[in-house]
């Protein structure tokens, strides 16, 4: 039987022509930043924060600039009180919805944490659905894409938003190309011009060259502790799209008549600033050491999602494993492979807007940092575990030597 690194040895050989796109997707989108931050003239003045109140933060407005420049966006929020991507997505919707009217999700169920924000589980007085918004939800097809006839079977004019998660979560279907996100704003549009289209970004920064907002989205909203932080970012979170909109969510994040001129950045406006310009690397760094994961795993006899040479549409990695005892292997062998905490073994246990446990691993150096190399997943059949981040692929590389170690010794330990 081959060794660890013969495996990855052979591996790397055979995915070089879509390391080689990769670097052609880099290069575009440092491209695009670069020009953002020359055309902006982005000085260290900008790397001052404020306090208190905030008032009148040249960094912060250098940043939101760059943010909806960048993305494809009229206006931008980015900030450190967005405590996280679910934070910044729910801001969004409660901010933009009100009682009477309807959402619809076109990729079927939403992520697990985004299900009590919206009411679909759980009975929290501050769901949507407790505030009297009504919700739909078209199922993915067969094979886990969107649904043209679904979509066009269940939107109706009446409709105020209809919501799109471009990546898989905690699923087992293709994360959403541009194309796919570009080709159902369109056909909404058609239905109904006046509706707001709002994507779930995260994960899908820097992915491809171009953003949801470039081909029609009306507003997207991430992680900054994921993709566009460039693994420098402490923590918050960002919008981006149409001005209007985005005057209602700074309303919603501070206070109606206060919006987006409060808010103090703490002194982290460089570390935002210089993550947003490492993000393409970083971000091209995460899908290499996808790609290598997807094509070794792949080799060993597990079924992957997407496959190496599949076009990606975020960052995410699905592995499925056999049994519960291998999903907690693969994820031990990613935290023995960690900078942090290395000695640490992770078990399964309770999180908060998760029905199941959810075994994670990463040792990160900024909490629950996704664009640094991680791995989880829920104590549910079919047990997957999903790969995600890497600052540098020959991290990728060294956590699966350590996962293959792993994998093997749970296989040799006595029942």
């Known amino acids: 039987m081959q060794s660890a690194r013969q495996l990855i040895d ?117 769901s949507l659905v407790r505030q009297g918004i009504s919700y739909k939800e078209v199922p993915l097809d067969e094979s886990g894409r969107w649904d043209r006839k679904g979509i066009l079977s269940t939107l109706s004019p009446a409709a105020k938003m209809v919501m799109i998660q471009r990546s898989r979560g905690y699923s087992w279907r293709p994360a959403l190309s541009i194309d796919d996100i570009g080709a159902m704003v369109s056909l909404v549009k058609e239905i109904s011009p006046e509706i707001i289209i709002f994507v779930d970004n995260c994960y899908g920064e820097f992915v491809e060259t171009l953003e949801p907002c470039h081909v029609g989205a009306d507003l997207i909203a991430g992680s900054l502790i994921k993709n566009p932080g460039g693994g420098l970012v402490a923590g918050g979170g960002y ?84 049994t519960e005892e291998e999903l907690l292997a693969f994820c031990q062998g990613v935290q023995a492979a960690s900078p942090i905490d290395s000695f640490v073994q992770p ?12 075994i994670m691993a990463g040792g990160t150096f900024i909490q629950g940092s996704s664009i640094e190399l991680s791995a989880d997943g829920p104590l549910r059949a079919p047990y997957t575990a999903y790969l995600q981040g890497g600052l540098c692929k020959e991290h990728v590389e060294l956590a699966l030597r350590q996962v293959l170690e792993s994998l093997v010794s749970k296989a040799q330990a006595p029942a």
């Open 10 to 126: 052979h591996a790397k050989t055979m995915i070089r022509p879509k390391w080689d796109e990769i670097e052609d997707i880099k290069l575009a989108n440092q491209a695009r930043v670069l020009a953002a931050f020359q055309e902006h003239h982005v000085s260290e003045y900008h790397f001052a924060g404020s306090t208190g109140y905030g008032y009148n933060d040249s960094g912060r407005e250098a940043i939101e600039a760059l943010y909806a420049q960048i993305f494809g966006g009229e206006a931008a929020l980015v900030r450190p009180q967005l405590v996280s991507g679910t934070h910044a997505i729910a801001t969004c919707l409660a901010a933009l919805l009100e009682p009477g009217d309807e959402l619809i999700s076109l990729t079927g169920a939403p992520y697990d944490t985004l299900q009590q924000v919206i009411g679909i589980k759980g009975d929290l007085p501050q």
């Open 239 to 322: 919008a981006v799209g149409a001005a209007h909109l985005i005057d209602r969510v700074a309303d919603r994040m501070t206070a109606p008549g206060l919006g987006s001129k409060l808010g103090p950045t703490f002194g982290l406006n460089r570390w935002i600033l210089q993550g947003l310009w490492m993000a393409p690397h970083v971000v091209g760094e995460a899908l290499a050491g996808a790609v290598l994961a997807a094509r070794v795993m792949e080799d060993l006899g597990y079924a992957v999602s997407p496959r190496w040479n599949e076009v990606r549409g975020d960052i995410v990695q699905a592995v499925m494993m056999s």
């Open 347 to 358: 078990v399964p246990g309770d999180m908060p807007g998760y029905e199941d446990p959810v």
